[in-house]
Nanobody
Framework: QVQLVESGGGLVQPGGSLRLSCAASKSIFSINAMGWYRQAPGKQRELVAGITRIGITNYADSVKGRFTISRDNSKNTVYLQMNSLNPEDTAVYYC?????????WGQGTQVTVSS
């Protein structure tokens, strides 16, 4: 049973923007803080941004001021607006609850920043 579905990735030039979406089942979304994570080639998966049920956010230092996490509780969806992208942001991006649970990892969505 698929419970978290990421979308919105793609190829973008340096300096460009993308908006990722994650649709979650209500059972997950309504009771949990949510997070966006990413895994670059050869690196460990890392937390990029998190948001509590009431909208308190936190960000990794590497994305502060460039990425914005938000959630729409009526749609059980969490978003990641990514601006001023650079090649170091290239990774597979995943959403999960925060802290992450192994059983909720999905396929992720690939973000590639390249000219």
């Amino acid at each position: 049973q698929v419970q978290l579905v990421e979308s919105g990735g793609g190829l973008v030039q340096p300096g460009g923007s993308l908006r990722l979406s994650c649709a979650a089942s209500k059972s997950i979304f309504s009771i949990n803080a949510m997070g966006w994570y990413r895994q670059a080639p050869g690196k460990q998966r890392e937390l990029v941004a998190g948001i509590t049920r009431i909208g308190i956010t936190n960000y990794a230092d590497s994305v502060k001021g460039r990425f914005t996490i938000s959630r729409d509780n009526s749609k059980n969806t969490v978003y990641l607006q990514m601006n001023s992208l650079n090649p170091e942001d290239t990774a597979v991006y995943y959403c999960n609850v925060k802290p992450a649970l192994e059983r909720y990892w999905g396929q992720g969505t690939q973000v590639t920043v390249s000219s």
